[in-house]
């Protein structure tokens, strides 16, 4: 009986002892962390160009408006 049970007490602490330390989980941490900050940054820089691209319209779309209405209000000879 006492040889089974110390069969299972090494065996036990073999488990404990194969998982992964603190340092390997900090490393993970580390890296999740890193992972989801260059997702927000490459989002962030998504969003700053849309809005970028969305301005570059609206100053096209405003001269448009501009040059016609100055067309309009002097025709052309």
């Known amino acids: 009986m006492f040889k089974k049970i110390a069969l299972l007490a090494s065996m036990a602490a073999f488990v404990v ?3 992964p330390s603190q ?3 900090e ?3 580390k890296a999740v962390a890193d ?3 260059a997702v927000l940054r490459a989002d962030s820089m998504r969003m700053a160009d ?3 691209a969305a301005a570059a319209a ?3 779309q405003a001269d448009s408006i501009a040059a016609a209405a100055a ?4 025709p052309a000879k």
Do not use: F, N, P, R
């Open 17 to 19: 002892a194969c998982g």
């Open 23 to 25: 340092a390997e989980m």
């Open 27 to 29: 490393a993970q941490a």
């Open 35 to 37: 992972s989801i900050s």
């Open 50 to 52: 849309e809005a970028a």
């Open 58 to 60: 609206a100053q096209v």
């Open 71 to 74: 067309a309009v209000v002097a």
